[in-house]
């Protein structure tokens, strides 16, 4: 019988195994989770036969290395970067046949911040509430990769894609992130909200899965007291006592203590998942639809 199986030889600075995410679980605390640049997760899947949901790696800057312990297709997306099969260079963004043993690394992140690495089965760790995925903020799901660990691999469900290479959208030079007032604006005095949107910020190293942090001007309140926790979505624009606003990402708390001055629109949130640290950020105000 073949070992369906993949062995994580270099896990990298962070990888997790990421599909679509477990939503509606906010009521019980749970973030929705999932890929970050969900677009990219689903391209890579598509290349390489699988249905858009399956399990996925999200690989961040560094990448990794993996052995199939079955032939495989692999298909990386996402952040550009080289890939290489037993020392090889094989097509980025392209479905590429690996035979059993093999080593498939993916190596650093050229531009961008997350790879997606998709192999022909999908990753068949255990779900938790429907999903695969790792939250990193919760702890359910497997956990990030570590080297030596060994990934269950599913049975293909269909070819490969015939195609050379996939475009795919360049991470952002520039992240533009349009959003509508958020529950607690008048929180803040008009002098900060007119800056939110028109003072430019760029991407803190601080970010992680939970949130986007910025640095730049610090945002003033109009008042000082203190929220009771209150829910919080995906997209929300929180503002810490520090005055520098924080994007909710996948892995966000549901609920939270600090005064959200906006959201931000959810199609906006794959390009910030690529955002490298240092990246300008603008923030626009858009009406609400």
Do not use: K
């Not at 498939?104 to 998709?118: E, I, L, Q």
């Not at 829910?231 to 606003?245: H, I």
């Amino acid at each position: 019988m073949t070992d369906r199986a993949l062995a994580v030889v270099r896990a990298g600075a962070l990888t997790t195994v990421q599909d679509r995410g477990r939503p509606g679980h906010a009521h019980l605390g749970v973030p929705r989770s999932g890929a970050l640049d969900a677009p990219a997760a689903a391209l890579v899947n598509r290349l390489v036969g699988n249905p858009p949901g399956a399990a996925v790696l999200e690989t961040t800057l560094t990448g990794c290395a993996l052995r199939p312990r079955c032939a495989v297709t692999v298909a990386v997306g996402g952040a550009p970067c080289p890939v290489t099969v037993d020392g090889r260079p094989v097509p980025w963004g392209a479905p590429v046949g690996v035979p059993a043993g093999a080593l498939v690394d993916v190596g650093a992140a050229g531009s961008g911040v997350r790879s997606y690495v998709a192999v022909s089965g999908g990753i068949l760790v255990e779900p938790v509430l429907g999903s695969r995925s790792t939250d990193l903020l919760s702890g359910l799901g497997p956990p990030p990769l570590a080297n030596g660990m060994v990934l269950p691999l599913g049975r293909p469900r269909g070819p490969h894609a015939r195609v050379d290479v996939a475009p795919q959208p360049a991470p952002p030079a520039e992240l533009v992130l349009r959003v509508t007032p958020g529950s607690r604006a008048d929180w803040f005095t008009p002098e900060a909200v007119r800056a939110f949107t028109t003072r430019a910020y760029r991407v803190s190293p601080a970010s992680n899965r939970i949130g986007l942090r910025v640095d730049g001007p610090a945002l003033e309140r109009a008042r000082l007291g203190e929220l009771p926790s209150e829910g919080a979505v995906l997209g929300a624009v929180q503002v810490p006592p520090d005055g520098r606003p924080v994007v909710f990402l996948a892995d966000h708390p549901t609920t939270g203590g600090y005064p959200v001055i906006a959201v931000v629109r959810t199609a906006d949130l794959p390009a910030a998942a690529q955002a490298a640290p240092g990246t300008p950020v603008r923030f626009v105000a858009v009406r609400r639809r």
